[in-house]
C-alpha cells in the first residue's frame, strides 16, 4: 500500500496537519482522523448528496474529492456553520420548520443550500428544488426542506 | 374528550432537531472507540451454491488481520420472523441462498485492510440450479431452496368469511384483473452499522442502527450462546428505517463475533451497494383479484390469490402475507370475501416489511379495480367508496374491530377537493393530459401479536423541575421522542423543553417489541401517559400537603401547580418538586407505567381471524398527474390528503410524516424497481435506483378529520404510514383518469405509458 504523506488542510477556519495516504477521500479524512462526523456517509460514491461540504464557497461532495486535492482551499463542514453558539439561520430554519426528520441528510441539505443562498440570497421554490435535486432524503418528502430554505433566504434578506 | 392543551396538537420542533442539524448527532457508523478494529463481510457471488470449502489462511496472515470468522465459528443459530421457524444463519454454514448472502467475516486494523484480506478469502463452491422467479418456484421439480419447504412455500394463508361463490352469483358486476408489484427498497440514507465490545467478563456492548433494538438484544444472547444478562445494546441516532432496519443482522451478529474472538471493539458499516443488494426489500407481488359488486354499487364479494416473492429467507414474512390478504377486509364493507396467499422462496434478497408492511401490494390492486368497477357500471368512483365505507362501531369479518373512524368524513372532504380542482382544471390542450384519482385506505395503530406487546416508561422528576423520560422505543426519524415528550410535558404540566428523553439502553430502560406497525405514539405513549400520571399523583400529595387542599383538586398546567377552582393557591412546579425532595427525609419522584391494549384476540397468521389493532386510522387520498402522452412521462401535479388520526399530537411532525409518505408512494409508483438478471441486482446504486428526489416534490394539501380515539393518549392514533397505502392507487387512478388506461403493474414507466396509448389508438 501508498505510505502516508504530510498534507495540511484547513478546515472551519483551523488548519491541520495531517499524514494521510494519497487515495483517502475527503470525507474518511474529515471524519476518521479530524474526526468531524458529522459529514455523513451515505454511498461513498458521489450519488446521495449526504457527504456535502462547502469548499472556497462551492458546494462539493467530500467523498468525490481526495483529501490531497484539498489542500490550499477553504473547508467547511456542518460543524463550522454555527458561529459563537449561534445556530445559522438555515440551520434553525431547518429547526422550526421541520424540515428534519432521521437527520441523517441533514448537514448535506444544509450546506447546499448555504452555497445556494451564497449565489443566491433569494431563489424562488424551482431554483432550490433544482440546487437540491441531487441530495436524497427518504423521510420528509422535501416539502419542508424547501419550506425551510425558502424562509431562511427570506429571514437573511430581511435581516 | 378533547381540551386544550398546553403541549398537545402543537406545532413543536423535534426534541433532536438542533443536534441533527449541527451535525453533532451520533449514529452507529460515527462512533468510535480506543482500538477499534474494522470489519468486512465476504458475500456469495451466486444465488445458490453449496459451500464446500473456506480457505481462510491466506487472509489471516495478511499484517493486520486480527481475525476471519466464518459460518464454523458460530453455533449455526437461525433466525427467522415470528412464531415460525428460523431458517437465515447469520454467516453460510452449508449453502448460500442469494447473492449477498454472508460467508465469512473479517476484522482488521482498518476498513483497507479488512478489505484486502477479503480477496485473499478462497470458497469452494458447488454451483446449484438457481430459481428467481417465484411462479416457477412452486413447480414440482424447481430447485428446493430449503429443505424444510416443499415448492419453495415459505408460509401461506388461507382467510375465507361468509359464502364467497354465493355472494359471487348474487353480483351485478364481476371483474377479475392480475395486478403485479416490483420489489423495490426501503430507501433510508444510513447504511447498516454496527459497533461491538466484548470484554472478559463475558459482556457484550452493542451499538447498532436498530429500530427494534431488543430483538437484536434476545439474538445477539441466542447467536453467540451466552446468557441475556451478557448483552447491553444501546441506541445511537438512527437514520432511517421503513421496516427495514427491525431485524437483527450478519452486520450485527459479525461485529459482535469479532469482537468476541479478538478482545477488542468491531465496527462494521457496510456500503450502501451492499444495503441494496445484500439486505431488504418489500415483497414484489403477483395478485389474481375478482370483486363483485351489486348493481347500486354495493361490494359484496372479492376473492384474492396472491403470490408474494419472500426471496431466501423468512425474515417477517409471514406477517406480510398475512397482512396483505387481511386488510382487503378494510376500510370498505365486505361480508364474503376469499384471500389465498403463498410466500414463496426465490434466490434473490428476502423480503421484509416495508411502510404500510404488506399493505401498499394489495390495495394498490383493490383500489385500482373499484376505479376500473366504478367507471364500467357508469358509477362516481367516489360515491363507490362512500357508500361501502366503514363506520365506526362496525367489526370486519376477520375481526377488526372498529372503535373512532372518520372514514366517510375523509372520502367527504377528499370530494370536495377533488371538485374544486376539477373546475380548474383546463380544458385538454396539447399533448400533456391531466387526470384526477382517489384512494383510500385503514391501517393499525400497533398490530397486536403473539409474544411480548406491552411497552413501559419510566419518568424521574429532577429538582429543576426537569423531566427524565425513558422508553423502550426508538425514534427512527418519525418523531416520536418529541411527541413521548409532549405527552409526558402535558400530564405534569410542564413544556416540551423540560423533558430529557433518554434512549434505549437495554440495562436501563424498559422492554419494549419496538419501532414497527405505526405502534409507538399509540402503545407507548400509553405507557408515557401512566408513567407521567403516576409521578404526578406522587406529587399531587406532596401539593396538597402544601396547599392545604385535596390532591385530587391539584392541577398541573404551563410549569405551575395550582388548586382548581382557586387559581391563586399555587405554586411553581420546580417548587412543588424541590418541597419534595427536601421536606423530612426527601422523596425520590419516580414515575413508572406500562400499556398494551387489552383483550384484542391475536390474530391467526394462518385464517386471519383476530383484532390487529385496539384502533385502526382511515383516510382518503387524492392525487392529480400529468401524463405526457407523446413521451410517456408522468408527474405528480399535487395531492392532498384527509385522513383520520384521531388527535395529532404535533402537526408539523405529522405533515412531516404524510409529505414523506406520500412522496415515497410516487417513487412506488412511478419510479422504483430493483431490477435484477439471473438473482444479480443490475441498480444496486441511487443513480440506477432512483427515488424521488426534490424535483419529484409537489404541493400537498393535509386535512384530518374531527376524529378522537379513547384508547389513544390524548385520542392520538397512526399517522402517516397508513397513507403510503392509498397514495399509490390514487396516482394510478389518476392517470387512468387523465389517458383512460388503469396500469395494473407498478412501477408504471413512461414506456408502458406509450405501448397502452398505441394499443388504445389502434384498436380504436
Known amino acids: ?159 | 374528550m378533547k381540551r386544550d392543551y398546553v403541549n398537545i396538537g402543537k406545532r413543536l420542533p423535534r426534541v433532536d432537531a438542533v443536534v441533527k442539524a449541527t451535525g453533532e448527532a451520533k449514529y452507529a457508523g460515527d462512533l468510535s472507540l480506543p482500538g477499534m478494529l474494522h470489519g468486512k463481510i465476504l458475500r456469495s457471488p451466486y444465488p445458490h451454491a453449496r459451500v464446500l470449502d473456506i480457505e481462510i489462511g491466506n487472509a489471516k496472515r495478511l499484517a493486520g488481520v486480527r481475525a476471519v470468522v466464518t459460518g464454523k465459528d458460530t453455533i449455526g443459530f437461525k433466525a427467522g420472523g415470528i412464531s415460525a421457524q428460523g431458517d437465515e444463519p447469520y454467516l453460510a454454514l452449508n449453502k448460500v441462498r442469494f447473492i449477498g448472502d454472508a460467508v465469512a467475516a473479517i476484522a482488521a486494523i482498518d476498513e483497507e485492510t479488512a478489505e484486502e484480506a477479503l480477496d485473499l478469502i478462497r470458497v469452494e463452491y458447488e454451483e446449484l440450479p438457481a430459481v428467481v422467479d417465484p411462479l416457477k418456484a412452486m413447480d414440482d421439480d424447481a430447485p428446493l431452496i430449503h429443505d424444510h419447504a416443499p415448492r419453495n412455500i415459505s408460509f401461506k394463508t388461507d382467510l375465507a368469511y361468509g359464502d364467497v361463490n354465493q355472494a359471487f352469483r348474487e353480483c351485478d358486476y364481476v371483474r377479475q384483473d392480475r395486478f403485479e408489484t416490483a420489489p423495490i427498497r426501503h430507501g433510508f440514507l444510513e447504511p447498516h452499522a454496527a459497533l461491538a465490545v466484548w470484554d472478559h467478563s463475558g459482556r457484550v456492548s452493542f451499538w447498532g442502527s436498530k429500530q427494534s433494538p431488543y430483538f437484536t438484544y434476545r439474538n445477539l444472547a441466542k447467536a453467540l450462546n451466552i446468557p441475556l444478562s451478557q448483552v447491553r445494546v444501546i441506541q445511537p441516532y438512527i437514520g432511517g428505517g421503513f421496516g427495514g432496519k427491525n431485524e437483527m443482522f450478519n452486520v450485527d451478529f459479525c461485529a459482535a463475533l469479532l469482537s468476541q474472538k479478538t478482545g477488542k471493539p468491531v465496527k462494521i458499516v457496510v456500503s450502501q451497494e451492499e444495503v441494496l443488494f445484500a439486505y431488504r426489500q418489500r415483497h414484489p407481488t403477483f395478485i389474481d383479484l375478482k370483486t363483485g359488486l351489486k348493481k347500486d354499487g354495493t361490494i359484496l364479494a372479492l376473492e384474492a390469490d396472491i403470490i408474494a416473492d419472500g426471496g431466501a429467507y423468512l425474515s417477517i414474512g409471514a406477517l406480510s402475507l398475512y397482512l396483505m390478504c387481511a386488510f382487503f377486509c378494510m376500510p370498505y364493507r365486505l361480508s364474503n370475501m376469499k384471500a389465498k396467499g403463498y410466500r414463496v422462496y426465490t434466490n434473490t434478497q428476502p423480503s421484509c416489511a416495508m411502510r404500510g408492511h404488506g399493505v401498499p401490494q394489495s390495495r394498490f390492486a383493490a383500489e385500482v379495480q373499484l376505479d376500473l368497477a366504478a367507471r364500467e357500471m357508469g358509477i362516481d368512483p367516489v360515491d363507490l367508496r362512500l357508500k361501502n365505507a366503514l363506520k365506526p362501531g362496525e367489526t370486519t369479518p376477520n375481526g377488526f374491530k372498529i372503535t373512532s373512524c372518520g372514514l366517510e368524513e375523509s372520502i367527504l372532504g377528499a370530494r370536495k377537493i377533488i371538485d374544486r380542482w376539477k373546475k380548474q382544471q383546463k380544458k385538454d390542450k396539447g399533448p400533456k393530459k391531466r387526470g384526477i384519482g382517489i384512494g383510500c385506505y385503514g391501517y393499525v395503530s400497533g398490530p397486536r401479536m403473539a409474544g411480548h406487546n406491552t411497552a413501559g416508561a419510566v419518568i424521574k422528576v429532577h429538582e429543576d423541575g426537569g423531566i427524565s423520560l425513558a422508553t423502550g422505543s426508538t425514534d427512527v426519524g418519525q418523531g416520536s421522542d418529541t411527541v413521548l415528550s409532549q405527552i409526558a410535558a402535558e400530564v405534569l404540566g410542564v413544556r416540551l423543553e423540560d423533558i430529557r428523553y433518554g434512549m434505549v439502553d437495554s440495562d436501563i430502560t424498559p422492554l419494549d417489541p419496538g419501532t414497527f406497525g405505526s405502534r409507538v405514539t399509540f402503545v407507548t405513549g400509553n405507557a408515557v401517559r401512566i408513567a407521567a400520571e403516576d409521578a404526578r399523583r406522587q406529587l399531587a400529595q406532596v401539593a396538597a400537603d402544601a396547599l392545604e387542599a385535596n390532591s385530587g383538586d391539584i392541577i398541573f398546567r404551563d410549569r405551575k401547580v395550582y388548586v382548581a377552582g382557586s387559581p391563586e393557591r399555587s405554586m411553581a412546579f420546580s417548587k412543588l418538586v424541590k418541597i419534595a425532595q427536601y421536606s423530612g427525609s426527601g422523596k425520590t419522584i419516580l414515575g413508572r407505567g406500562y400499556w398494551a391494549p387489552e383483550g384484542l384476540e391475536v390474530p391467526n397468521f394462518k385464517t386471519g381471524r383476530g383484532n390487529m389493532s385496539a384502533a385502526y386510522s382511515f383516510g382518503a387520498q387524492v392525487a392529480e398527474v400529468e401524463v405526457d402522452t407523446e413521451t410517456g412521462f408522468m408527474h405528480v401535479t399535487r395531492m392532498a390528503m384527509v385522513h383520520d388520526c384521531g388527535q395529532p399530537v404535533n402537526e408539523m411532525l405529522m405533515e412531516g410524516q404524510l409529505e414523506g409518505s406520500a412522496i415515497g408512494g410516487v417513487g412506488h409508483t412511478l419510479m422504483e424497481e430493483i431490477v435484477r438478471k439471473d438473482g444479480q441486482t443490475m441498480n444496486p446504486s441511487f443513480l440506477e435506483y432512483r427515488m424521488p428526489s426534490t424535483l419529484d416534490a409537489c404541493p400537498l394539501d393535509i386535512l384530518h378529520t374531527d376524529t378522537y380515539e379513547e384508547l389513544g393518549p390524548f385520542g392520538a392514533k397512526e399517522t402517516g404510514e397508513g397513507i403510503q397505502v392509498a397514495v399509490v392507487p390514487a396516482i394510478v387512478n389518476g392517470i387512468h383518469d387523465a389517458v383512460g388506461v388503469a396500469f395494473k403493474r407498478i412501477p408504471i414507466t413512461p414506456f408502458m405509458v406509450l405501448d397502452a396509448l398505441k394499443d388504445k389508438s389502434g384498436s380504436m
Not at chain 1, 4 to 25: M, Q, S
Not at chain 1, 50 to 77: H, P, R, Y
Request: hydrophobic residues 40%.
Open chain 1, 1 to 159: 500500500m501508498f505510505l502516508k504523506t504530510k498534507i495540511r488542510l484547513l478546515v472551519n477556519g483551523f488548519e491541520y496537519d495531517l499524514y494521510i495516504k494519497p487515495h483517502w477521500t475527503l470525507i474518511d479524512v474529515l471524519r476518521d482522523e479530524i474526526g468531524l462526523t458529522g459529514t455523513k456517509k451515505g454511498c461513498g460514491k458521489g450519488e446521495c448528496c449526504a457527504c456535502t461540504i462547502i469548499m472556497d464557497g462551492e458546494a462539493v461532495l467530500a467523498c468525490l474529492v481526495l483529501a490531497i486535492q484539498a489542500q490550499g482551499k477553504s473547508i467547511q463542514s456542518i460543524e463550522g456553520l454555527a458561529q459563537e453558539g449561534k445556530l445559522d439561520s438555515l440551520q434553525d430554519a431547518f429547526v422550526k420548520y421541520g424540515a428534519i426528520q432521521c437527520g441523517y441528510c441533514t448537514p448535506g441539505m444544509i450546506l447546499t443550500s448555504k452555497a445556494l443562498l451564497k449565489k443566491n440570497p433569494q431563489p424562488t421554490v424551482e431554483e432550490i428544488q433544482q440546487a437540491l435535486s441531487g441530495n436524497l432524503c427518504r423521510c420528509t418528502g422535501y416539502v419542508k426542506i424547501i419550506e425551510a430554505v425558502r424562509n431562511a433566504s427570506i429571514m437573511e434578506v430581511s435581516k
